[in-house]
């Protein structure tokens, strides 16, 4: 009999394989799932990530300009005729009859001045020229004698010849006697001072019993005279706007103590001539103030309405880029992507700009890019507000006027 035992390692269960079995695959499922939960959590972080390194940016359109644009410039009025008054004759002022802002008229008594040494020469002047007629009449006398007694050879010729030539030379004193006479008469006929035109006295610079010196130019005036039922405005136009500029075009002035009137004013001419120092071309305009609203010497805004290109565009100056390779304006391209455009500047309005060229009416037009935008970037474009109208729609319903007074005032 044998005594051997079998000793082999008993045989697991097959249902024991088959569950470990299905634990390995879903670990493998479980690690699976969790890498391609991250993977694409992974993919869309880069993507949410690139979506928002996208600059966003609005557009605008580019806007027409209206068929006309003002051109607003400071400017000064003047009388249409100013004149100082300067005394002809040296004395004392006696009286004067017109204060400042006395309205005269031609001929109207202004002063009078006492003039006592010139009183003392005319009539010594008029001494001497009836002494000179009483001498000259002697002379006549003598003459026709000693002609009649040549006739009877009483008296030699030469004797004739020397009274006759005496009683020219009378004749030529009474003359220069008379001509003397009529200056210092000249002279005492500018003791009264009188208006040399219709106006009102807008300086009085002498008082009674002032010492008078005759003169001008550098001596102190001693009324000043002003026409001012028409004014001069004068007006420095700059160069690029001086071709536009000519005789007989309409403006309106606006002064600042009468806020809402507007003014006529014609421009009268130019001085042809740009002032180097300035850039400008001085222009003369004339205004109707026979309501006497205005004042000479006054400060007014002149407003132009000038003639616009039809191919220029207006857009605000935000959507500018200067860089080194020169101003340039972003645009919407295809696939949203910016192409600069580079553009001249025609007229700068101050907050808005008129391009001359480089835009096009269809352009979508970047509003206040981004320093670092770049041509071919890629943009998003944010989507337009209901409530607020675009940058384009404000520029292009917004007053002219404003804009002008930015670039000129």
């Known amino acids: 009999m044998s005594t051997e035992v079998d000793v082999s390692a008993p045989k697991r269960p097959a249902h024991l394989k088959l569950a470990g079995i299905l ?43 209206a068929a006309t644009q003002q051109l607003v410039l400071p400017g000064h009025l003047a009388a249409w005729i100013n004149a100082p008054i300067y005394a002809r004759v040296s004395g004392y002022l006696h009286a004067w009859y017109a204060d400042i802002g006395t309205p005269v008229k031609a001929g109207q008594l202004l002063g009078v001045i006492d003039t006592p040494d010139l009183d003392q020469q005319l009539d010594q002047a008029r001494a001497d020229l009836q002494k000179s007629v009483a001498t000259e009449k002697l002379a006549v006398v003598t003459a026709q004698r000693w002609t009649q007694m040549l006739k009877q050879d009483s008296v030699s010729q030469q004797e004739t010849d020397e009274k006759t030539s005496d009683l020219a030379a009378q004749q030529a004193t009474v003359a220069a006697e008379q001509a003397n006479v009529n200056r210092l008469e000249a002279l005492e006929s500018f003791k009264r001072i009188v208006a040399p035109f219709d106006g009102v006295v807008t300086a009085r610079d002498t008082d009674v019993g002032a010492l008078i010196n005759a003169g001008g130019g550098n001596k102190p005036q001693l009324f000043t005279v002003s026409d001012a039922q028409r004014l001069r405005v004068y007006v420095s136009v700059p160069q690029s706007e001086a071709a536009t500029v000519r005789p007989g075009m309409h403006a309106t002035l606006r002064v600042p103590e009468r806020p809402g009137m507007t003014f006529d004013a014609t421009l009268v001419d130019t001085d042809h001539a740009i002032t180097p120092s300035s850039g400008t071309l001085l222009v003369q305009l004339s205004v109707d103030n026979h309501a006497g609203l205005l004042f000479p ?9 000038l003639p616009t290109d039809a191919h220029a565009l207006q857009i605000p100056a935000s959507a500018l880029i200067f860089r080194h390779n020169g101003l340039q304006v972003a645009t919407l391209g295809p696939q949203g992507r910016a192409v600069m455009k580079p553009v001249t500047i025609a007229t700068d309005l101050g907050s808005h700009v008129v391009i001359d060229s480089g835009l096009t009416a269809g352009d979508r037009v970047i509003d206040n890019p981004p320093d670092s935008l770049a041509a071919g970037d890629l943009v998003r474009v944010a989507p337009a507000s209901p409530a607020t109208p675009s940058p384009a729609a404000a520029a292009h319903t917004a007053d002219a006027q404003t804009d002008a007074e930015h670039a000129h005032g």
């Open 23 to 65: 634990i390995v695959l879903a670990a493998a499922a479980v690690l699976a799932d969790g890498i391609a939960s991250r993977l694409h959590t992974r993919h869309e972080v880069a993507s949410w990530t690139m979506q928002q390194a996208l600059p966003t940016v609005s557009t605008i359109q580019p806007q027409p300009l």
């Open 297 to 305: 010497g006054e400060y007014t805004d002149v407003r132009f309405a």
